[in-house]
């Protein structure tokens, strides 16, 4: 009777897009908002490979960041297409109001150019409409923002962007 050793592969270090070598890219993994944000899970690569995302941490992945494997590999992360609500205003004041309103129900939210991205709630919908929003379904990668206590690769340093007292 023989034995095979079977070990899944593991993710163990994450690095943002522009930062990890792509030509060492050997696969790629597709994933939503919420898979993207993972510390440890099992996942398969596009090409049926069998993986464990086993990070220190949490991160909130996005499209291009790199995923490296204990072999020394690399997987790039390709963020999948949601259906979304695209919420726009024709004052881009009352947009910042709208903007305010979602943040303050804590919604994920997504600010583009003169439009915010959120999932689709009747409810919410229904009172940006009475705000005056305009609505539209689309069909994209949702990228929201990550937070002002998220420890997040891309937010810049603000450090020193205020006055200091």
Do not use: C
């Not at 593991?10 to 994933?31: F, Q």
Request: net charge negative; no cysteine.
């Amino acid at each position: 009777m023989s034995t095979q050793s079977t070990s899944i592969p593991r993710a163990v270090t994450h690095r943002p897009a522009g930062h990890w070598p792509t030509d060492k890219e050997s696969a790629s993994l597709t994933l939503d908002f919420d898979a993207r944000h993972r510390r440890r899970i099992r996942l398969t690569s596009d090409d049926g490979q069998d993986l464990l995302l086993d990070l220190p941490k949490a991160v909130a992945m996005a499209d291009g960041d790199g995923l490296q494997l204990d072999d020394g590999s690399w997987i790039r992360i390709q963020a999948a297409t949601e259906v979304l609500v695209e919420v726009r205003h024709k004052d881009p004041n009352q947009l910042v109001r709208l903007a305010w309103h979602l943040g303050n129900r804590h919604l994920p939210t997504e600010i583009r150019d003169q439009v915010l991205r959120i999932r689709p709630d009747h409810v919410i919908e229904e009172m940006l409409v009475s705000f005056g929003a305009h609505l539209a379904r689309a069909t994209v990668a949702f990228q929201p923002e990550g937070g002002a206590y998220n420890d997040h690769d891309r937010h810049h340093d603000v450090r020193g962007a205020l006055p200091q007292k």
